[in-house]
């Protein structure tokens, strides 16, 4: 049994900390951090309604690395299940690394001031991991992360050789607003707004927004208009496939969505840089998410599937093959069980099953980590259990 720090309070800081309460035989105790402490005391309290768990909370400033590894040395962690913002990623690592602590997340470090998605800044933690004796495992969400673990699977049963890899990411679900993100606005909208990214034959081939799209059919769902967009998980698993002759990444957008986004953008408002408004400077982002729903209330009464999967060509014993393997989630019972919309369940039990990998030593080593290194097995049967089953179609028409 091991003692984990969660930090972050947000849709996915929850389920995280819902997930790890189910699993006592595991995490012994559970401290969940955040700037907003109100927020992980109302988790808490939830979370003790149903279990009997040794949940704590605490205020932190993610950025701040001398409290962190104040707080890591008081609490005493076996790992720290990084669930904030990615641009606090190297100080949470740099504190982890302080106070001898493993560590976890779900998504890549950028910068504030650019939106700019590459692993180079923790993948230069190599060495520094190594030598303390530490494991980092990076990107343990779904999309990075299942995806990650999807594509290795394929590869060790599957295939030979891997040739071309499309992740497919669809949300079909409703949440009856207008407009909202299904995880940080300020993430979201950074992500999806900046160029399209794609890898083929060695070269990575740079298009406007959204300029690359096509209907693809998803399972139980049907027919969803997909645009291709750049995800960091194709910057590792291109890197560690290298039979791979291309790799993209598509996702779903509604017409309104796209209009409610084109709108945001021409106005200025997915600005990262700030402006003087009223004598202080504001970052217009950073407005947006304070007036935009909160992605954490939006379970409710939020209808429908998240579909996510690979899509995988290549050859087995000198024979061309096809393959599919994805995920069905539905956003109902995902608020069921969790208070949180399908995107964050989506994200947040990955996170933990890497965690019960890591403290279990399923997975070990001492370094920096992108999933699709580790054994995929143990982590795919803990998905089956944990409320995300796989299904997979094996030489079928992929459509892309």
């Keep these: ?147 990650n673990v999807f594509t290795a699977y394929a590869a060790k049963h599957h295939f030979d050789e891997m040739h071309m890899l499309d992740i497919v990411d669809a949300n079909a679900g409703s949440h009856g607003k207008a407009f909202a993100t ?4 300020e993430i979201n909208i950074r992500e999806i707004t ?21 209907d693809l059919n998803y399972p139980n769902i049907g027919s969803k208009t997909s645009y291709v967009i750049y995800h960091e998980e194709l910057e590792s698993l291109v890197k560690h496939f290298p039979t791979l002759q291309r790799a993209r990444f598509w996702m779903t957008f509604g017409e309104e969505y796209l209009t409610h986004l084109r709108v945001i953008q021409n106005i200025g408002m997915a600005g990262i840089e700030p402006i003087i408004f009223k004598g202080k400077k504001i970052i217009p982002i950073e407005f947006l998410k304070a007036v935009l729903p909160n ?11 998240t579909s996510i999967g690979c899509r995988i060509s290549g050859v087995k014993n000198g024979e061309k093959r096809t393959y599919y393997i994805w995920n069905n989630c539905s956003h109902a019972a995902a608020y069921e069980e969790t208070g949180t919309q399908g995107v964050s369940y989506t994200t947040g039990v990955p996170a933990t099953i890497g965690a019960m990998m890591m ?42």
């Design 295 to 305: 992605p954490g209330d939006l379970g409710e009464n939020y209808t429908g599937f």
């Design 194 to 214: 900046q160029n399209g990214k794609y890898y083929e034959n060695g070269t990575w081939i740079e298009t406007a927004p959204f300029a690359i799209k096509k």
């Design 359 to 400: 403290l279990s030593k399923q997975w070990s080593g001492n370094g920096v980590f992108n999933i699709e290194q580790l054994n995929p097995d143990p982590f795919l049967k803990k998905m089956n259990e944990m409320g995300l089953p796989w299904h997979e179609a094996h030489n079928i028409d992929l459509e892309v």
């Design 1 to 147: 049994m091991s003692k984990v720090l969660i930090i972050g309070a947000g849709g996915v800081g929850q389920v995280v900390a819902y997930k790890c309460a189910q699993h006592p035989e595991v995490f012994s105790s559970i401290m969940l951090a955040s700037r907003t402490k109100s927020k992980c005391e109302n988790i808490a309290a939830q979370i003790l309604l149903k279990y009997d768990i040794d949940i704590k909370t605490a205020k932190i400033d993610a950025e701040d690395v001398p409290a962190l590894v104040k707080l890591l040395r008081r609490f005493k962690p076996q790992l720290v299940i990084n669930v904030a913002l990615p641009y606090q990623d190297l100080t949470i690592m740099d504190a982890c690394l302080e106070a001898g602590v493993n560590y976890l997340d779900t998504a890549n470090y950028e910068p504030k001031d650019e939106a700019k998605y590459q692993y180079s800044w923790q993948w230069a933690y190599q060495e520094r991991f190594e030598k303390a004796g530490l494991m980092a495992v990076l990107g343990c969400g779904f999309d990075p992360g299942a995806t």
């Design 182 to 185: 299904n995880f940080n606005p």
